[in-house]
């Protein structure tokens, strides 16, 4: 998550299926890329925000989510902060800080400090479906602003949280224990939270260069996040000696990976391909984030889970595929101006 691990941008990603994340951003000109290039690329957002929710999940086994969290936004924050100030980008305003400090808290505490918690519960393909309900919760928010839904958008939402009751039934995923309804409630207010926070930050003025936003947005929730772990009575927990190297590495890999070169390969992605082709992380991510949970952290996945996943996935295409809607990702921010989610 740059979700899970930081944070978005402004992907005008259109024609049909993506939300725009971010404020207006300046257009650069890059030399046209190679056809490898531009499978790279795809592959990298693919298998890199896929692997994120597992990375939350090893991170978490040692150190406490929103301490790791908190170190994981800040860090990544700051490290494009400076790069971006060094690269000539304006220097933000205090009102601009003002902003940023709310919706850093709405996406990166709120979302991603929920989600972190809720992955020490639940198995990280199981939070990942869930989080994939973010453009769900984002026409329903929207909704109450721009008008009443069509009759397709209905039919998407219906059979969205159809897949999720599915999901999270008691047989949901067989992993021989029965499942954290609360845990899994969380992994839903995640999506709720990050969908809010997108919303809000469509009605205030953040900075024009998307990169610069997005670093302002990740300082501030990962501070806000080191801010309330020790109101939550994370550092009694934290035992520093009994960290695991497994858990050192993940959160390294979602500072580095998650969210600084997988950040950073998706805005140069929306330059040079259209919205409809980058827009479809939205349906692979899931996908591989419940393969990794799988092949990797032995997370069995039954008929049912497979069943929910196929449903959740073509809700979300019903949703976003309408042309006005666009499709958030909880791990980068960036955030969203939604389009019209009025009737068809």
């Not at 929920?114 to 973010?134: D, M």
């Not at 709720?192 to 947005?217: C, D, E, H, N």
């Not at 006005?324 to 955030?335: D, G, H, L, S, T």
Request: proline fraction near 4%; aromatic fraction near 8%.
């Amino acid at each position: 998550m740059l979700t899970d691990h930081p944070s978005q941008i402004r992907a005008a990603l259109r024609s049909g299926s993506v939300i725009e994340i971010g404020a207006p951003s300046r257009r650069e000109e890059f030399a046209p890329p190679s056809r490898w290039q531009i499978v790279l690329g795809f592959a990298a957002i693919y298998l890199i925000w896929g692997s994120t929710y597992l990375g939350i999940r090893y991170a978490v086994e040692s150190i406490p989510p929103l301490l790791m969290m908190g170190i994981r936004h800040f860090t990544a924050g700051l490290l494009v902060f400076v790069w971006t100030r060094r690269r000539g980008d304006t220097a933000p305003t205090r009102l601009q800080w003002g902003y940023a400090t709310v919706t850093g808290a709405l996406l990166f505490l709120g979302s991603h400090g929920t989600i972190a918690w809720a992955e020490q519960r639940i198995p990280s393909g199981l939070a990942a479906l869930l989080c994939a309900t973010l453009p769900l919760w984002t026409v329903l928010l929207a909704s109450r602003a721009e008008g009443k839904l069509g009759a397709k958008v209905w039919t998407g939402l219906l059979l969205g949280f159809g897949g999720v009751a599915l999901l999270i039934g008691p047989d949901a995923i067989s992993s021989g224990r029965r499942l954290d309804l609360v845990a899994a409630g969380a992994g839903l207010a995640s999506a709720f939270l990050w969908a809010a926070g997108t919303i809000y930050s469509q009605r205030v003025k953040l900075p024009a260069s998307t990169v610069l936003s997005a670093s302002m947005q990740m300082i501030a929730g990962g501070a806000s996040l080191l801010i309330v772990s020790p109101i939550a009575g994370e550092p009694s927990a934290l035992n520093v000696a009994a960290i695991t190297e497994k858990s050192v590495f993940a959160l390294v890999y979602l500072i580095v990976f998650g969210s600084i070169i997988a950040f950073t390969v998706f805005t140069w992605l929306v330059t040079v391909s259209s919205s409809s082709q980058v827009s479809t992380y939205a349906y692979v991510n899931p996908v591989v984030a419940v393969f990794l949970g799988w092949a990797l952290a032995d997370e069995r996945i039954g008929a049912r889970t497979i069943a929910a996943t196929v449903i959740i996935l073509a809700s979300v295409a019903l949703v976003s595929g309408r042309g006005k809607v666009q499709v958030a990702r909880p791990e980068i921010k960036e955030m969203a101006e939604v389009s019209e989610a009025a009737g068809d």
